[in-house]
């Protein structure tokens, strides 16, 4: 199955920002910063992501991003589908052109797969993602390293 650094990301930055914009916009530098993606790729994705109506964003000072709607109602699906992204596990991404031009034995086998891929994917929601354990284990890992890089930058500037 090819699901590219696109799709992985845009789903990794919305979960971020379904645990941590419950109270306040969440800017993309505080996501950048816990999951490890530059910038101007997140102004990207999030700008699609905007486009799809999945964020909002609130300008000014504490401004950042929001949900544009409960996480319950925003599947992974439909955050892969709004960054232009395929689910695919053909090896002609759903052409039929994969044998020489023409299609294979089992482009139908694999565009049943990638159907079925999609499906599951469009059962799963962020509110669900948000509750599971592993999900929360990771989160307070990545908000206490952020914290403690944050006081020793502070003890840096003293």
């Given at each position: ?8 990301y845009a789903v990794t930055a919305m979960l971020d920002l379904a645990i941590h914009a419950r ?23 999030f700008a699609k992501l905007r486009k799809g109506g999945l964020v909002s964003s609130v300008r ?25 992204e395929l689910v695919d596990a053909t090896r002609c991404a759903g052409q039929g052109d994969c ?60």
């Open positions: 199955m090819r699901l590219t650094t696109k799709g992985r109270l306040e916009p969440v800017s993309l530098a505080d996501i950048s910063e816990r999951q490890t993606i530059s910038i101007s790729y997140l102004e990207q994705l000014g000072p504490g401004g950042g991003y929001q949900l544009a709607r409960h996480g319950s109602e925003i599947f992974v699906a439909q955050i892969i589908d709004a960054v232009d044998q020489q031009g023409m299609m294979c034995l089992t482009h139908d086998l694999w565009t049943d797969l990638s159907a079925r891929i999609h499906d599951f994917l469009s059962n799963i929601s962020l509110e669900e993602l948000v509750h599971r354990r592993g999900v929360q284990a990771v989160a307070l890992r990545q908000s206490k390293a952020l914290h403690t890089e944050v006081q020793d930058l502070g003890l840096l500037l003293m």
